[in-house]
């Protein structure tokens, strides 16, 4: 069964480092997403990709995020600076797209500490 | 504000046993409706799917959930708990023909053997 991929599964790095994470969404899925989960806190939406542009983000989507999907599988989430408050769970979603584009599929998450 | 809520943070029950996870929603109009199961280290999986017609809808696993528009519930059960599915549980809402997901803070349930 196809599945979302995500890597790395934890990365750790320095106050104002920049990050890379990275997604394989499913194959024939048009969507992209990524959303967060602070320990202790809710699951957030971040933003949503289709055709190659943001289509919705959140207000915790500042600057300082940005989205790009470089070829024909990848999806990767950039920090430019990170704080200490992006330390979080990182899931990437896709979905097949309208009118099912509500249906999400997650992948495993990516662990996020910044020290 | 379009929300959901899950009131209990800790569930155990013993296996065998059965089980209810409550989850109530605030939206404007019906929204569609989910359960997650996440499982350590694991991904987010889709248990079931509400979006409009039978209220009782049927997911995998041997569970199911029932939606109330009287009482805005959408409460996911099993008849008889396994050990494997302590997890952590999330409701999720999304406004209808949308597609930005909204968590509930999620229930975590132990199970006994």
């Known amino acids: 069964e196809p599945e979302v991929t995500q890597t790395p599964s934890h990365q750790v790095t320095q106050m104002g480092q920049e990050v890379i994470l990275r997604c394989v969404p499913i194959?024939?899925?048009?969507?992209f997403y990524w959303y967060r989960q602070i320990l202790g806190q809710k699951v957030e939406f971040l933003v949503s990709f289709y055709n190659n542009e943001i289509s919705e983000k959140s207000e915790i989507f500042d600057d300082q995020f940005s989205v790009e999907r470089p070829d024909g599988s990848n999806f990767t989430l950039k920090i430019r600076s990170t704080k200490l408050e992006d330390s979080a769970m990182y899931f990437c979603?896709?979905?097949?797209?309208?009118?099912?584009?509500?249906?999400?599929?997650f992948g495993p998450g990516t662990r996020l500490t910044v020290t | 504000a379009q929300s959901v809520t899950q009131p209990d943070i800790h569930i155990t029950v013993s296996e065998g046993a059965s089980l209810e996870l409550r989850c109530n929603y605030s939206?404007?109009?019906?929204?569609?409706l989910f359960w997650y199961v996440q499982s350590p280290g694991q991904g987010l999986q889709l248990l079931l799917k509400?979006?409009?017609?039978?209220?009782l809808v049927q997911g995998i696993k041997g569970f199911e959930a029932e939606f109330k528009r009287s009482q805005s519930s959408f409460n996911l059960r099993k008849p008889s708990v396994h050990w494997s599915d302590a997890a952590e549980y999330f409701c999720?809402?999304?406004?209808?023909?949308?597609?930005?997901?909204?968590f509930g803070t999620g229930t975590q349930l132990k199970v006994e053997l």
């Open positions: 194959s024939n899925h048009l969507y």
């Open positions: 999720v809402g999304v406004a209808g023909g949308g597609n930005k997901l909204t």
């Open positions: 939206y404007g109009a019906t929204p569609y």
């Open positions: 979603a896709s979905s097949v797209g309208h009118p099912k584009a509500y249906e999400q599929y």
């Open positions: 509400y979006f409009s017609g039978d209220t």
